[in-house]
């Protein structure tokens, strides 16, 4: 008989009301060559569920109130959880705005390192936003409900929430790659600072067009755009071919 191992998985730290070490997911069970697929433990699917009640929450208030009328406190009051439960799951009420954006920029990282290591830093950071395109296009109408709540708000289409948490994660992306390098430190500057001025741009592409196109589309539109710049109309795209 094929012997039978247990494959754990890290574990969280004990949240309100657990008094030890739940793990989050249930440890993945080896028969031989097969795998019986783990599932959520009680503990994480209620974690699930506090989060994803917050987020509806905050949203459903954004809309009623408005973004600047609503606070923290309100939303904790709605959802039935303490303030302190709010800030487990959200750093500040910006973020309940943008709670896929982690996961993406985990994708994104993943996606980059996977790129060969003697590409330049630029093509390889367009080459992962193409690879992960399906998770970044997921979503358009809450994209834009979104947009729409930070415009009545009176903030920009970018907020400087994202633009920080995405800027500090492509520098981190290619500095890893550079290690000891002393360029390393320009080049992740530079491509992260790229990459913010295509964001700000692109979305406001998209927005003036009535949303109606894929925001992806208008930030490869934007990246043409620069190559353009750079080295003219003529010859291949190097954010394509890595050239």
């Known amino acids: 008989m094929a012997a039978v191992g247990i494959r754990h998985r890290p574990v969280g730290g004990p949240a309100d009301g657990y008094a030890g070490d739940v793990p989050d997911v249930m440890p993945d069970v080896v028969a031989g060559d097969v795998v019986v697929a783990s599932r959520p433990s009680l503990r994480a699917r209620k974690k699930d569920a506090t989060r994803q009640l917050i987020e509806d929450t905050a949203w459903q208030l954004f809309q009623d109130r408005g973004y600047d009328a609503t606070t923290v406190q309100d939303i904790a009051e709605a959802a039935n959880v ?4 709010f800030f487990r799951y959200f750093a500040t009420k910006e973020a309940v705005l943008y709670p896929e954006l982690d996961d993406v920029l985990d ?7 996977a790129r060969p290591a003697t590409e330049p830093a630029l093509v390889s950071l367009v080459a992962a936003m193409d690879d992960i395109s399906d998770e970044l296009s997921e979503g358009r109408e809450k994209k ?3 947009f ?4 009545r708000a009176g903030m920009q289409p970018t907020s400087a929430f994202v633009t920080s948490r995405v800027t500090a994660a492509v520098e981190e992306m290619v500095r890893r790659r550079f290690g000891d390098d002393p360029e390393g430190d320009l080049q992740a500057r530079l491509a992260a ?3 913010s001025v295509v964001m700000t741009i692109s979305n406001e592409q998209w927005l003036a067009g009535g ?5 992806e589309d208008e930030a490869k539109n934007c990246f043409e755009t620069l190559r353009r ?3 003219g109309t003529t010859g291949p795209s190097p954010f394509l071919t890595g050239g």
Request: hydrophobic share 50%; no cysteine; aromatic share 6%.
């Open 148 to 151: 729409e709540m930070l415009r």
């Open 211 to 215: 949303a109606i196109s894929n925001l």
């Open 193 to 195: 600072g790229i990459l």
């Open 82 to 85: 303490a303030p302190r439960t």
């Open 229 to 231: 710049l750079i080295v």
């Open 144 to 146: 834009f409900e979104r």
């Open 107 to 113: 994708e994104l990282s993943q996606a980059f390192d």
